[in-house]
C-alpha cells in the first residue's frame, strides 16, 4: 500500500520511543477516506493518556467458507496478490510481510470505540493465530501502538497533508513485522469506523489496496464498517503456516491459490 524505504539504525529515524536495538525496514500507508490520499510517513511522539484493552487469548481457526467458482477463486486470488504482494505508491511487488510474534497493543485514546476495537482484535486473532497481548506498557515496548485523533492532529503532526487515517509498519529483512503504528480519525463516527477496520487489518501484512473484488475492506472505492467474507479468506491464507515471511510472488502465489481454493470449496 505504500512505499518502501530504506533501511534505518532504527525502525523509526530519530523517534523517541522506538525499539533501537534491529534493524528493519519500515513500509508505511496512509488512507484517506474522501479523497483515499497517500504519502511518505513518518511517525510522531503522541503525548495522551493511553487505556488498556483486556488480554486477548485466541485460537486459530480454519475451514471452508463455501463452494465458489474456479473464477471466483482466481478472482480471490488475484486480490490476495495485489493487496499482500504488491506495494501501491510504486506499484512494485513486495516480498510477503507478516507478523510473527505476538504483537503488544498500546491504545491512546478512543475509549467510545474500546468495545469495536477489542472485538476486532479478538476477531482478527483467531484468523492469524495471534495472541495479541494489550497491557499498559510505555511505547518503547509496545509493538502495535493504535492512536485516536482527529483529523486536523493527524495532519499537523505527520506529513499526511489530506489524510484521514494512517498506519506504517516496520519489517525487518526476512519479512517479518517487528512493530506497528495506527493513527485513526475521531472526526466522526462513521470515519473512525472505517478507520479501525482498514487500518488496524493492513497493519497484519495486507498493506495495499485493490478494487479487484468490490466486496472488501480492501477496497477503497467502498468505506465499510464490517469484514467481509472475502478478507477473512485473505488474512486466513497471508497467516497460513505454508506461507512465511519473505516470499516472492513467483514462490507465494501457487501456495496462496491452494489456501484459498481450500477455503472457497
Not at 510504486?90 to 491504545?107: C, D, F, H, T
Request: with cysteine; hydrophobic share 40%.
Amino acid at each position: 500500500m505504500s512505499p518502501t524505504c530504506s533501511p534505518l539504525p532504527t525502525f523509526w529515524n530519530a523517534t523517541a520511543g522506538a525499539p533501537s536495538m534491529m534493524r528493519a525496514r519500515p513500509i508505511i500507508s496512509a488512507t484517506a477516506v474522501n479523497r483515499m490520499s497517500r504519502s511518505v510517513f513518518r511517525p510522531v511522539t503522541v503525548l495522551a493518556s493511553a487505556f488498556v484493552l483486556a488480554s486477548l487469548v485466541v485460537t486459530t481457526t480454519f475451514s471452508p467458507v463455501r463452494a465458489a467458482s474456479p473464477e471466483e477463486i482466481e478472482r480471490v486470488s488475484k486480490h490476495f496478490e495485489k493487496v499482500a504482494l504488491f506495494l501501491e505508491a510504486s506499484g512494485k511487488e513486495a516480498p510477503l510481510s507478516r507478523w510473527e510474534r505476538q504483537p503488544v497493543i498500546n491504545v491512546v485514546g478512543g475509549k467510545a470505540h474500546f468495545k469495536e476495537l477489542a472485538a476486532l482484535l479478538n476477531d482478527l486473532g483467531k484468523m492469524t493465530g495471534l495472541g495479541f497481548t494489550t497491557q499498559k506498557l510505555s511505547k518503547r515496548k509496545a509493538t502495535f501502538r493504535i492512536y485516536f485523533m482527529s483529523t486536523a492532529e493527524i495532519r499537523e503532526k505527520t506529513p499526511f497533508k489530506r489524510a484521514n487515517c494512517a498506519f506504517g509498519v516496520g519489517r525487518k529483512s526476512n519479512g517479518e513485522i517487528a512493530f506497528a503504528d495506527v493513527y485513526i480519525s475521531t472526526d466522526t463516527v462513521e470515519k473512525t469506523r472505517h478507520c479501525i477496520y482498514q487500518e488496524v487489518t493492513q497493519a497484519l501484512g495486507l498493506r495495499n489496496d485493490s478494487t479487484i473484488v468490490e466486496e472488501s475492506i480492501f477496497n477503497d472505492q467502498i468505506v465499510r464498517h464490517s469484514l467481509t467474507e472475502t478478507d477473512r479468506i485473505l488474512i486466513r491464507t497471508l497467516y497460513d503456516k505454508r506461507l512465511k515471511p519473505g516470499m516472492d510472488r513467483r514462490t507465494a502465489m501457487p501456495i496462496a491459490l491452494g489456501i484459498i481454493a481450500q477455503q472457497m470449496r
